[in-house]
């Protein structure tokens, strides 16, 4: 029996569960720290529904790379703190929030990359294993991302032909990789050369669907148009925070610029949702074929 469809039209307001410290059970949240990290600060964040059984129905399973460190938003870059996982997925999947790896391998980098290589093979090598040891549905797996985190979507989930393969869709919100440069950064800068590397990363998404929310104008849509061309998988939000949340800061965010805009009943969120039950519809009728 496939998971039911997310409630479009449920008025609930979410409230993003706390990391907690303890063994991951349903209706939990809790740091792993893998194996091959023991003794170290680096951890992921995973959250298990309420009505997840390792026996039963396998379930959607999302995975989420967050913000960067910037107090001016309320973002603190710790994977505790990341929110746009649940609140895509209303808290029915499970909701995994990966790290990204410092330099000396001994904490989570709370600002851009840290060392970006060993970040890639955590993703290699944990999310297959999670996937396995949670018993998630291995075709339904997204990878979302707010701020620096919609950035890593791609420079990181798509870094090369073995990350990218692990994903079945993707989801972004506010920032692109590829379309602005970063200044001060040996990875985004100058743009001509960070165009071109990100648009050879772009193009491992291939036919895999694609959303890609945004709070104002962030030029992606070109970008994405210019590198792909014939590209029908992509679907463009335009958010308007201020009209899903209220004014700023509020119970919900800081600012405008926040993953927290579907916590609360609003348009967007019933057309993200809209989008992620279309795109569960059509991985279960693949699967089935």
Request: proline letters at 7%.
């Given at each position: 029996?496939?998971?039911?469809?997310?409630?479009?039209?449920?008025?609930?307001?979410?409230?993003?569960?706390?990391?907690?410290?303890?063994?991951?059970?349903?209706?939990?949240?809790?740091?792993?720290?893998?194996?091959?990290?023991?003794?170290?600060?680096?951890?992921?964040?995973?959250?298990?529904?309420?009505?997840?059984?390792?026996?039963?129905?396998?379930?959607?399973?999302?995975?989420?790379?967050?913000?960067?460190?910037?107090?001016?938003?309320?973002?603190?870059?710790?994977?505790?703190?990341?929110?746009?996982?649940?609140?895509?997925?209303?808290?029915?999947?499970?909701?995994?929030?990966?790290?990204?790896?410092?330099?000396?391998?001994?904490?989570?980098?709370?600002?851009?990359?840290?060392?970006?290589?060993?970040?890639?093979?955590?993703?290699?090598?944990?999310?297959?294993?999670?996937?396995?040891?949670?018993?998630?549905?291995?075709?339904q797996v997204f990878l979302c991302g707010f701020s620096r985190g919609a950035i890593?979507?791609?420079?990181?989930?798509?870094?090369?032909?073995?990350?990218?393969?692990?994903?079945?869709?993707?989801?972004?919100?506010?920032?692109?990789?590829?379309?602005?440069?970063?200044?001060?950064?040996?990875?985004?800068?100058?743009?001509?050369?960070?165009?071109?590397?990100?648009?050879?990363?772009?193009?491992?998404?291939?036919?895999?669907?694609?959303?890609?929310?945004?709070?104002?104008?962030?030029?992606?849509?070109?970008?994405?148009?210019?590198?792909?061309?014939?590209?029908?998988?992509?679907?463009?939000?335009?958010?308007?925070?201020?009209?899903?949340?209220?004014?700023?800061?509020?119970?919900?965010?800081?600012?405008?610029?926040?993953?927290?805009?579907?916590?609360?009943?609003?348009?967007?969120?019933?057309?993200?949702w809209k989008w992620v039950n279309r795109v569960l519809s059509e991985q279960a009728?693949?699967?089935?074929?």
């Amino acid at each position: 029996m496939a998971k039911p469809p997310l409630p479009i039209d449920s008025q609930s307001i979410l409230q993003i569960p706390t990391s907690i410290d303890g063994e991951p059970h349903p209706g939990r949240r809790v740091p792993v720290t893998p194996a091959e990290y023991a003794r170290t600060d680096v951890h992921h964040t995973i959250y298990l529904p309420s009505d997840w059984t390792n026996d039963g129905t396998p379930l959607p399973i999302i995975f989420e790379y967050t913000g960067n460190h910037y107090p001016a938003s309320g973002s603190t870059g710790e994977v505790a703190d990341a929110g746009l996982g649940f609140g895509l997925s209303a808290g029915q999947f499970i909701w995994v929030t990966l790290p990204f790896i410092s330099q000396d391998h001994q904490h989570n980098q709370i600002t851009w990359w840290g060392d970006e290589e060993a970040t890639v093979q955590y993703a290699k090598t944990n999310v297959p294993r999670i996937i396995d040891q949670y018993s998630a549905n291995p075709d339904q797996v997204f990878l979302c991302g707010f701020s620096r985190g919609a950035i890593a979507v791609n420079y990181i989930g798509l870094h090369d032909d073995e990350v990218a393969k692990l994903w079945t869709a993707f989801i972004t919100h506010d920032h692109f990789d590829g379309v602005r440069e970063w200044k001060g950064t040996d990875w985004g800068s100058p743009l001509a050369e960070y165009h071109s590397e990100a648009s050879e990363r772009l193009k491992r998404v291939g036919d895999r669907p694609y959303l890609v929310c945004q709070n104002g104008s962030y030029a992606t849509q070109d970008f994405v148009r210019r590198v792909l061309p014939e590209a029908k998988n992509f679907t463009y939000l335009s958010v308007n925070t201020t009209e899903a949340l209220g004014s700023f800061p509020n119970e919900f965010a800081k600012t405008s610029h926040n993953d927290r805009w579907l916590n609360r009943p609003n348009r967007y969120r019933t057309e993200a949702w809209k989008w992620v039950n279309r795109v569960l519809s059509e991985q279960a009728t693949e699967t089935s074929d």
